[in-house]
């Protein structure tokens, strides 16, 4: 879904449509998804990586449910129940498919090439909660577990890997 100015005006007049939208990331003209992806890496690489592993899964839960929310809000004034222009889900599935990643910057990118492979291939059960599970929990599952799947690869090939 293509959004005009005044459609995009509405949509960021409201809280939920920031922080649905990444504060923005979304809006991006071409792969937002994507766009939404590299964007998670500035609050992962400032804050998230030096956090303890359950402070990191703390906050990561507390973005999905806030994502959650926004995205009920969201899917709700815009009628359609995944709309690209949504991206928090791509920063909980990047956080996810990052939280055993090893410090070096070569994982980081890894853990990004690997999340948006799942994302957009969208494996069983990935594509089993895209398909059947709606509103605002259906546009953050599919994503959460692509990242969860995404970072289950990267930490076998980083245990492999020395």
């Given at each position: 879904?293509?959004?005009?100015?005044?459609?995009?005006?509405?949509?960021?007049?409201?809280?939920?449509?920031?922080?649905?939208?990444?504060?923005?990331?979304g809006?991006?003209?071409?792969?937002?998804?994507?766009?939404?992806?590299?964007?998670?890496?500035?609050?992962?690489?400032?804050?998230?990586?030096?956090?303890?592993?359950?402070?990191?899964?703390?906050?990561?839960?507390?973005?999905?449910?806030?994502?959650?929310?926004?995205?009920?809000i969201?899917?709700?004034?815009?009628?359609?129940?995944?709309?690209?222009?949504?991206?928090?889900?791509?920063?909980?599935?990047?956080?996810?498919?990052?939280?055993?990643?090893?410090?070096?910057?070569?994982?980081?990118?890894?853990?990004?090439?690997?999340?948006?492979?799942?994302?957009?291939?969208?494996p069983?059960?990935?594509?089993?909660a895209?398909?059947?599970?709606?509103?605002?929990?259906?546009?953050?599952?599919d994503?959460?577990?692509?990242?969860?799947?995404?970072?289950?690869?990267?930490?076998?090939?980083?245990?492999?890997?020395?």
């Amino acid at each position: 879904m293509s959004l005009d100015a005044a459609q995009r005006r509405a949509l960021l007049a409201h809280p939920a449509g920031w922080i649905a939208t990444g504060f923005g990331a979304g809006l991006a003209p071409v792969a937002p998804g994507t766009v939404g992806s590299a964007v998670a890496l500035i609050p992962y690489w400032l804050w998230l990586r030096d956090l303890p592993l359950a402070g990191y899964f703390v906050a990561v839960a507390l973005v999905f449910a806030l994502g959650i929310a926004a995205s009920r809000i969201v899917v709700a004034r815009t009628g359609v129940q995944d709309p690209g222009f949504v991206v928090v889900d791509e920063f909980v599935g990047q956080w996810l498919a990052l939280a055993l990643a090893p410090p070096a910057w070569w994982w980081i990118l890894v853990g990004f090439i690997l999340f948006r492979i799942f994302d957009v291939w969208k494996p069983w059960p990935v594509s089993w909660a895209d398909r059947n599970v709606h509103g605002g929990l259906g546009v953050m599952l599919d994503d959460a577990l692509a990242g969860v799947m995404a970072g289950a690869v990267l930490a076998a090939v980083a245990h492999v890997v020395p």
